[in-house]
């Protein structure tokens, strides 16, 4: 089902880029843990009228449910935890974490400098390409906060995060 694939390529991208893993040149912030809190919205990803009226009762509730957890048609805010290390943050990190050989994207920055980081992407996929803007910014060097925005010919994908570090020290 398009739908769905293009739901996975949208969470999965930001998901890679969401975390402040951007280091181009080191960005200016503190290793270890940190909290990132991301809001994201898919507009203009629907399923048929048809293809919903054509489901079961239970599958319809569950594909509708799941819609809704992914941000479709509403704000979704998700905070998580991950940890930095100092190698995260040295040399091409965010490019490292990007490279998927599944995915065939083209990234270029436009920015990268130790507390401004802004690429550009452009990628290919079944459910037709993608194309999208990043910006991180380093508020200070225990936060950052960032945009980015997916358009894809099914529709697009706004994420906003806000990233705090949280102490030198990673659990496990």
């Known amino acids: 089902m398009k739908t769905r694939a ?35 919205e898919m507009k203009g990803l629907a399923i048929p ?22 941000g479709v048609g509403a704000p979704r805010t998700t905070t998580e935890s991950s940890c930095l290390t100092e190698k995260d943050l040295d040399g091409n990190a965010f490019r490292e974490a990007l490279e998927d050989p599944s995915q065939d994207c083209d990234y270029t920055q436009v920015t990268g400098t130790s507390k401004r980081q802004e690429w550009t992407f452009q990628c290919r996929t079944q459910a037709g390409n993608a194309t999208g803007r990043m910006v991180v910014d380093v508020v200070s060097d225990t936060q950052v906060r960032g945009t980015m925005e997916v358009r894809m010919p099914q529709g697009g994908m706004d994420m906003k995060f806000d990233s705090k570090w949280k102490s030198a020290d990673c659990p496990g």
Do not use: C, D, H, S
Not at 14 to 36: D, H, Y
Not at 49 to 70: S, V
């Open 6 to 40: 293009t739901i996975r390529f949208a969470a999965a991208t930001a998901l890679a880029i969401a975390l402040p893993l951007l280091a181009a040149e080191r960005l200016a912030v503190k290793a270890g843990l940190w909290e990132n809190t991301v809001t994201m």
């Open 49 to 70: 009228a048809a293809q919903l009226e054509a489901m079961p009762p239970a599958q319809r509730a569950q594909m509708e449910q799941m819609m809704k957890q992914m």
